[in-house]
């Protein structure tokens, strides 16, 4: 079926695909980048569908560079940016819920777009022909409906990760997903067991940065987070009995994902910031539920579950910092001698982070004292950014003395030089005062005449 809707292509990826038409060949653009023009969303790429060979569309073209020949897929340069150009593909029959056994070349546009995963995702476009679409795709974009192409249990089969990503654009479009789809997806979860932790990990952070990250309640619904986040059904299945909350730990962590931005470290600090409570669950004589330790125990987990999803180092750092810190301040009055000292510990950088972490977690409990919850963290962000300004020393690369100061007065290199550093940048924690090469150099010179 072919509707009359315009998209309108970018220059170059538009020259692109004059010069394969151009010999004779088809061409169009394809996927993602059809469903968000239609949806008036930017597109990241604009991927192209053709039914020249990627040898053909080497000759065609003067720099390529080939990112995937074995799948058909060579990426053209034009003008300083790269398009990815595959030709028409049949995939073989899946053998193990993740890859075709071989790819086969086709020359008709319906055999590729009926490969692809939603119906949303295999419409192809082209000035020339207008809009191919096949599978009722644009009429499911207009409706919000996640729908798979053809019978969704031999897609899901096909491929397990098209389960999860039926969840995740669901989630990115505010969609729904068609029940045959989702009755499927709940069906073959287990599926999802043979998939690699690599392309699991790109679906969920997708998810966790989306519009909706609390639909990861769908995958828990439907038997999916079972399977590659288990720890989450568990938090799913702890209830809270406390003032405090509203939620079990699991619905709580979902409520709070909403209240900071789209934003990758955050997001997934808020997933796992009580990811530890079902571990650390004690109920006391009035039925109230404790978790002591959870911050530690979460920030452990955390990092066992990033490293499972094969998480970058840095990403895993940021993140388990964040759980591992989520509580500071909450049950202390604001000081300046513990933010400063909070501030060496913690470091400057993880600091505003922080502060939406908590802001988060509070709006994600029960109304209880939620004012001033909140008003206790704009007056630990108050010091935090008093401290800034006033560029207070926090450690030892702002101390008024370096080590060689100290050798200059007496002191040997070593183990105890790096002591007394750390003592006078404690005198400097508690009171900023004390920064000064005179002050701390006495200081030195008292200590190292204890020491004779
Ligand atoms: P985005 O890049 O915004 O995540 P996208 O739709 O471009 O979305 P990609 O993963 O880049 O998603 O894939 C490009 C296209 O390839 C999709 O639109 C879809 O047509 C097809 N596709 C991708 N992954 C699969 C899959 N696992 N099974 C079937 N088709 C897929
Ligand atoms: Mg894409």
């Given at each position: 079926?072919?509707?009359d809707?315009r ?49 053909e569309?080497?000759?065609?073209f ?17 003008g ?38 939603l ?43 098209r389960?999860?990503?039926?969840v ?12 045959r ?5 709940g ?23 989306s ?17 590659f ?5 568990r ?10 909350h ?11 994902l ?24 004690t109920?006391d ?31 895993i ?10 509580d ?7 000081d ?39 008003e ?23 101390l ?29 924690l ?12 006495e ?7 204890l020491?004779?």
């Amino acid at each position: 079926m072919k509707r009359d809707v315009r998209i309108a292509i970018p220059e170059k990826g538009q020259a692109v695909i004059d010069i394969i038409t151009g010999a004779g060949y088809e061409a169009y653009m394809v996927g993602g980048c059809v469903r968000d023009s239609l949806l008036g969303r930017e597109p990241e790429d604009w991927d192209i569908t053709t039914s020249a060979k990627p040898e053909e569309i080497k000759a065609l073209f003067g720099r390529t560079i080939d990112t995937g020949l074995q799948h058909g897929t060579v990426t053209v340069m034009m003008g300083g940016e790269g398009f990815e150009v595959t030709t028409y593909r049949i995939d073989g029959e899946y053998k193990d819920s993740r890859h075709p056994s071989e790819v086969t070349f086709s020359s008709e546009l319906g055999e590729d777009l009926r490969r692809r995963d939603l119906t949303i995702n295999a419409m192809a476009y082209n000035q020339e022909e207008g809009l191919v679409d096949k599978f009722g795709g644009l009429e499911d974009l207009e409706a919000g409906i996640i729908r798979c192409v053809g019978n969704p249990a031999e897609r899901f089969q096909e491929d397990a990760l098209r389960i999860l990503r039926a969840v995740r654009f669901a989630a990115q479009l505010s969609f729904t997903i068609e029940e045959r789809t989702l009755e499927a997806a709940g069906e073959l979860a287990h599926t999802l067991s043979r998939i690699s932790a690599e392309r699991i990990q790109t679906e969920l952070v997708k998810l966790m940065v989306s519009r909706h990250p609390e639909y990861l309640r769908i995958a828990y619904t439907n038997g999916i987070t079972k399977v590659f986040f288990p720890e989450f059904d568990r938090a799913m299945e702890t209830k809270q009995r406390h003032i405090h909350h509203c939620y079990s730990v699991g619905e709580h962590i979902l409520h709070s994902l909403c209240h900071v931005k789209e934003d990758k470290v955050l997001r997934l600090a808020m997933l796992l910031h009580d990811i530890g409570k079902p571990k650390v669950l004690t109920v006391d004589e009035e039925g109230i539920t404790h978790f002591y330790n959870h911050a530690a125990v979460s920030a452990e987990m955390a990092e066992q579950i990033l490293r499972r999803l094969k998480l970058d180092n840095d990403t895993i750092q940021k993140v388990c910092k964040l759980v591992l810190y989520h509580d500071f301040g909450s049950a202390v009055e604001p000081d300046m001698r513990i933010m400063r000292r909070a501030l060496h510990k913690i470091g400057e950088d993880a600091f505003p982070d922080l502060f939406a972490v908590k802001r988060a977690d509070i709006l994600a409990q029960s109304d209880y004292q939620r004012q001033e919850k909140l008003e206790r963290v704009d007056r630990w962000q108050q010091l935090y950014e008093e401290i800034l300004e006033k560029q207070q020393c926090v450690s030892l690369k702002t101390l008024a003395v370096k080590g060689s100061d100290l050798i200059d007065i007496g002191w040997k290199p070593g183990k105890k030089l790096g002591e007394v550093l750390q003592k006078l940048l404690e005198l400097v924690l508690e009171d900023p005062a004390w920064n000064t090469r005179a002050r701390l150099l006495e200081e030195a010179g008292r200590l190292l005449s204890l020491e004779r």
